[in-house]
């Protein structure tokens, strides 16, 4: 072993050898990053790094002191051996005046072998800055890899929204019981409407009188920003209503350009510009949607190329939009499209804006085959007063042509050519308020009249009103005490068949008059 060892300090290659044993630490002692939250990844990864990096250091002193007593001992050993050797080695072999050269010789050795061992020092003493060296860059490597992906993940927001109630229905239909929403079990006598089965259950209780949990909205959102000037959205939506089902939509997927404050242009599925423009200002999207998506004359996403900014410091707002017309729950590809545009004025809290909608959406063709010539059209008109504890609107619009409440032959058959252009008319407005009373409680209510069928029924009229108490604990949570009553009336209507309105709470009407009404617990939240 002693030679061993003495080969090893006399051999030069013994510094490439140190190079590989130095490099053993590193990979037996790898340093792993804690699995923490975001906010303290940067700060555990660099305790841990420290920590690891002292403990190598003190293990490589330990050794480095070993080696260098073992070295001395071998050397100690040596040299012993050669004083006791030498005096036989110069009478026995060497003649007498040999002496002094090979004593020369010797003294000329020790240089040799002493300047050895300061290698072998020096080499033994590097082994713990490569091992630090190593440490230190697979720390900052993996350092710089979380500090890249603390950079996405801090630029991407993930959220969620969902509005939901239960609540106490009771729906009355020309005076009797009826059938809040499709597929409820009724009498066999009871006869099938659009609004569903008018009558009895087998229980003789009224089907109209019901309780239940409604998940009336659940978003999804998936945020990223990937500079200041690009960002993307993707948002799905999805709906449980008791009764009917539920149903799952792409409602944002859209790449954003910003060039400044004055133009961003979104390209996919995202907001249009009027619906959720009137919804943020008035503000309880999640008791009731607004009057004109309320009568089925708009929606609030679809699919196409918008343009949109603010023009000094935020006086003038606009958003400009090319869609499919169909919305986001049905892209439909068709001869033209769609265009719906707004621009609007703010100033110490007051907001005036107007809009429109004009094209086929997404049905220019009707089931002859034949070309729909008349657009759609839809003007909308809005002011508000929003600041401080309150929040005043009222809206307008005048919509004519939407296939949604036609009688064209885009939702029934067409015989001759002459009923390509027969499409309906509606207008209605909304007036709505809130005021918060407390630091987290608010009284709110709204009240809306509608004449959906302009054409096709004159005498048919929608009136809606909702009152409540929202308590907010924290600032992302709504809890609401809400009551909500329409009435429909159709005096004077002479048909056989009875008309109804579709709204988020069901299919409203009959053939002279209805009422629904609604009281429960609804909520809002989001993050």
């Known amino acids: 072993m002693q030679h061993f060892f003495q080969s090893l300090r006399r051999c030069s290659g013994l510094i490439p050898v140190l190079g590989i044993f130095a490099s053993i630490p590193v990979t ?16 555990s990864v660099h305790y841990s790094a420290a920590a690891e990096i002292a403990r190598q250091s003190e293990e490589i002193r330990q050794l480095h002191a070993e080696l260098k007593a073992l070295a001395l001992r071998l050397d100690a050993q040596e040299n012993k051996k050669q004083q006791t050797a030498t005096p036989v080695v110069v009478q026995a072999d ?29 080499a033994i003493d590097s082994i713990p800055d490569q091992i630090n060296k190593q440490v230190d860059k697979s720390v900052s490597q993996r350092i710089d890899k979380k500090l890249k992906f603390g950079d996405w993940f801090a630029n991407t927001h993930i959220g ?30 009871s006869i099938n409407t659009p609004a569903g089965n008018i009558g009895y259950d087998t229980k003789n209780r009224p089907v109209g009188d019901s309780m239940g949990f409604d998940l009336k909205r659940f978003y999804l959102m998936v945020d990223h920003k990937f500079n200041d000037n690009w960002a993307a959205r993707l948002t799905t939506d999805a709906s449980y209503i008791s009764g009917v089902g539920e149903a799952i939509y792409i409602k944002h997927a859209y790449l954003e350009g910003k060039q400044s404050d004055a133009l961003s242009v979104r390209f996919g599925a995202a907001d249009l510009p009027w619906l959720p423009f009137v919804e943020n200002l008035y503000g309880y999207r999640w008791v009731e949607n607004t009057s004109s998506e309320r009568a089925n004359f708009a929606t609030s996403a679809d699919w196409g190329i918008f343009a949109l900014g603010k023009l000094w410091n935020g006086l003038v707002e606009y958003n400009m939009a090319v869609v499919d017309g169909s919305g986001y729950r049905s892209p439909f590809r068709s001869k033209n499209p769609d265009f719906e545009g707004r621009i609007n004025v703010n100033y110490a809290g007051f907001t005036v804006g107007g809009g429109a909608h004009i094209g086929h959406q997404g049905q220019e063709r009707g089931q002859l085959g034949q070309y729909v010539y008349n657009a759609a059209q839809r003007y909308n008109a809005v002011i508000a007063y929003v600041h401080g504890r ?11 042509d939407f296939t949604a409440s036609s009688l064209d032959c885009n939702l029934n058959a067409c015989t001759t050519d002459s009923t390509l252009n027969k ?35 004159s005498h048919f009229r929608d009136h809606y009103f909702n009152a409540g108490v929202d308590w907010q604990p924290i600032k992302n949570i709504d809890v609401g005490l809400v009551y909500k009553q329409e009435n429909v009336t159709n005096n004077g209507y002479t048909g056989t068949v009875p008309i109804y309105i579709n709204t988020t709470n069901g299919a409203i009407g009959g053939m002279r008059s209805a009422s629904y009404r609604e009281v429960g617990l609804f909520t809002n939240f989001n993050f």
Not at 28 to 43: N, Y
Not at 160 to 186: F, K
């Open 28 to 43: 037996s002692f790898p340093v792993k990053a804690a699995s923490v939250p975001p906010s303290r990844k940067l700060k």
């Open 390 to 400: 309150f929040r005043f609107g009222g809206e307008y619009f005048y919509a004519k």
């Open 423 to 457: 499409k309906d008319a509606g207008q209605g407005w909304s007036g709505w308020g809130s005021i918060r009373v407390l630091d987290r409680v608010s009284v709110f209510g709204r009240y809306d009249w509608a004449q959906p069928f302009m054409k096709s029924d």
């Open 94 to 122: 060497i003649p007498q005046k040999a002496v002094p050269l090979n004593t020369n010789e010797l003294k000329n050795e020790q240089p040799t072998l002493s300047e050895q061992q300061l290698r072998l020092a020096a």
């Open 160 to 189: 969620m929204r969902m509005y939901s109630n239960a609540s106490y229905v009771n729906y009355r239909q020309d005076g009797q019981a009826a059938a809040w929403m499709p597929g409820r079990t009724s009498a066999p006598t």
